[in-house]
C-alpha cells in the first residue's frame, strides 16, 4: 500500500537557520505530493505541493521538488522564523485506483528559538 | 466559503457517556474524512465517505465508533459509550474527490474523557 515516511522530530532550530525536513513515500504510479503544516491549536492546512516529477511547490519561502528517483519530496527553507514553529506532514495521493483517500506521514514538529 | 466547519470545538465528557462530533464539509466537496490525532499514534484515518456513502472504515477502531453522512453537507462522528483512551483531537477533511486536489481540514474537536 501507499506510505509516507518522515523524519522525526523535534527539529530544533535558531531563527534564521537552514530548515530541511526529510520525507519518502511508496506508491504506485505517479502520487501528487503534499507538504501541510498543522499550526498550534488547527487543523491542518496546505502548505505547498507538486503533481509530477521534478515540480517544484513552493510557499512562504517553503519549497519542495517531486524527486520519483529517490521518491522524495524534503521539505527545506533558506532561513526559519519564529512564526514557522508548528507541525509539518508530508502526504501523498494516489493518481490512480479510483479513490483519492490522502497519506499522511507522522508529522515533525519544528521549534524556531529568537 | 468558511472552510470545513467542526463542532464542537471542545468536549469534556465522563466515562460511558455518548458523544458526538459534528462537521460540516466545504459545499460542492463529494470526498469526507474522519480522523484522529493523539502523540502516540500522530494522524489516524477513522473513516471515509464518497458522495456520502462510507467507503472504506477499517480505521473505525471499534464497535463503540459509528460516523453517517445523511446527506452532503453534513456529517457526524459519534462515540457510545466513551472511554478515557479516546481523548485525542478528531478532525474532519473534505476534497473535491479528483487528482492533485488537496485536503481542507477543520479546526477540530479536543475530546477529553474522564
Known amino acids: 500500500g501507499n506510505s509516507v515516511t518522515q523524519m522525526e522530530g523535534p527539529v530544533t532550530l535558531s531563527e534564521e537557520a537552514f530548515l530541511t525536513i526529510n520525507c519518502t513515500y511508496t506508491a504506485t504510479g505517479y502520487p501528487s505530493l503534499f507538504w501541510y503544516v498543522q499550526y498550534p491549536g488547527e487543523g491542518l492546512q496546505l502548505l505547498l505541493k507538486a503533481t509530477k516529477a521534478d515540480d517544484k511547490g513552493s510557499n512562504k519561502g517553503f519549497e519542495a521538488t517531486y524527486r520519483k528517483e529517490t521518491t522524495s519530496f524534503h521539505l527545506e527553507k533558506g532561513s526559519v522564523q519564529v512564526s514557522d514553529s508548528a507541525v509539518y506532514f508530508c502526504?501523498?495521493?494516489?493518481?490512480?485506483?479510483?479513490?483519492?483517500?490522502?497519506?499522511f506521514g507522522r508529522g515533525t514538529s519544528l521549534i524556531v528559538h529568537p | 466559503d468558511a472552510g470545513v466547519i467542526q463542532s464542537p470545538r471542545h468536549e469534556v465528557t465522563e466515562m460511558g457517556q455518548e458523544v458526538t462530533l459534528r462537521c460540516k464539509p466545504i459545499?460542492?466537496?463529494?470526498?469526507l474524512f474522519w480522523y484522529r490525532q493523539t502523540m502516540m499514534r500522530g494522524l489516524e484515518l477513522l473513516i471515509y465517505?464518497?458522495?456520502?456513502?462510507?467507503?472504506?472504515d477499517s480505521g473505525m477502531p471499534e464497535d463503540r465508533f459509528s460516523a453517517k453522512m445523511p446527506n452532503a453537507s453534513f456529517s457526524t462522528l459519534k462515540i457510545q459509550p466513551s472511554e478515557p483512551r479516546d481523548s485525542a483531537v478528531y478532525f474532519c477533511?473534505?476534497?473535491?474527490?479528483?487528482?492533485?486536489?488537496?485536503?481542507?481540514f477543520g479546526q477540530g474537536t479536543r475530546l477529553t474523557v474522564v
Open positions: 502526504a501523498l495521493c494516489p493518481s490512480s485506483g479510483g479513490s483519492y483517500i490522502p497519506t
Open positions: 477533511a473534505s476534497t473535491e474527490d479528483r487528482l492533485n486536489t488537496e485536503a481542507f
Open positions: 465517505f464518497n458522495n456520502n456513502v462510507p467507503i472504506d
Open positions: 459545499s460542492g466537496h463529494n470526498s
